[in-house]
């Protein structure tokens, strides 16, 4: 067996059972799929019953432990020679696995790692939270329009390793703070190949409200200040800018009063990026509203993680 597909799940059901059938329509067919449920009150069980007869489907519940150690669990368990790991909250194209495999063959990958986009069929408010995540203007493109797929850095709603770098890696180190750029750190500094296979992408379908969209994403920065315990360069220039665009933001409110010149050049900055993203996202996904949106979530991704990373590099500093 080729590849043994890993979902790790708490309490999404239904869930599940959308990405589950992406996986039935799969062109490639030599996969298992093992789904841990991580102690959940609402489970996947009856769900993943429903697959048994379309393809091979493991059900394993342990209690409450985290993403990471969920996938940890599964991987000991499975068949296949490459381990794919992928959130619930994804759906596959039919083409997924087969390029994927293509991919991993041809280039002799130990790892990958792979995008994410919005299908037609999200939201406008889901749409705009994929922009902001994924365009050039927000992340700098390091979530899969890298131009070196060498450094690129999986993260675990799409992505995968052989079994032997699990073996020699020994998996995930942290349940759930960005311990998938800890692991993808881990396994390039062992010496082995992994590279972003960009026509591997999913959709992923986020069910964030605004709230949880801005909690999400200062998680996403203290969690990057976390992983620079583990590896001193986890933190580049790249991570820094939405800490630099908040302070950007902030002192408008200082230069509006005391330097109305330096004010002005500010307001036209963000003015201009604003321009640009709205220009974008609106092209992108062909709706005006849906490019409105993207100019929101945009502004809540960055300030959000800028944030997340300050505190959390003022915490480490504090304690030393």
């Known amino acids: 067996m080729f590849f043994s597909v890993i979902i790790p799940v708490f309490n999404r059901p239904g869930e599940a059972k959308e990405l589950l059938e992406s996986l039935a329509q799969q062109s490639e067919k030599d996969f298992e799929v093992i789904l841990v449920e991580d102690g959940s009150e609402f489970t996947c069980e009856k769900v993943v ?39 619930s909250d994804v ?15 041809s280039r002799k990958l130990d790892a990958f790692g792979g995008p994410d986009a919005a299908d037609q069929s999200f939201t406008p408010l889901q749409k705009a939270m994929d922009f902001a995540m994924t365009s050039f203007l927000t992340t700098g493109g390091i979530r899969g329009k890298l131009k070196d797929p060498a450094k690129f850095q999986a993260r675990g709603f799409n992505m995968g390793v052989s079994r032997q770098v699990f073996n020699k890696t020994g998996g995930f180190l942290d349940p759930n703070k960005a311990e998938d750029i800890e692991w993808s750190m881990r396994i390039k500094k062992e010496g082995f190949r992994l590279e972003l296979v960009q026509e591997a992408f999913v959709f992923h379908k986020r069910k964030n409200t ?11 920065g203290r969690n990057r200040v976390n992983v620079s315990r583990f590896h001193s360069e986890a933190i580049q220039a790249v991570h820094m800018m939405p800490a630099f665009f908040l302070l950007f933001c902030l002192s408008m409110f200082f230069t509006q009063v005391l330097a109305k010149s330096l004010f002005a050049i500010q307001l036209l900055l963000i003015g201009s990026w604003s321009i640009l993203i709205l220009i974008s996202a609106s092209q992108k996904f062909q709706s005006v509203n849906t490019g409105f949106l993207s100019l929101i979530t945009s502004f809540v991704q960055l300030l959000s993680y800028g944030l997340g990373l300050i505190w959390e590099s003022f915490i480490k500093l504090t304690k030393g």
């Open 49 to 87: 019953e429903e697959y048994h007869i379309k393809f091979p489907v493991r059900y394993l519940f342990q209690e409450n432990q985290g993403q990471g150690f969920a996938r940890n669990n599964g991987m000991k368990i499975a068949k296949g020679d490459f381990f794919v790991i992928l959130d």
């Open 91 to 105: 759906i596959l194209p039919p083409d997924y696995l087969s390029l994927l495999k293509k991919a991993v063959s």
């Open 210 to 220: 605004l709230k949880s969209f801005a909690q999400q994403a200062f998680s996403f």
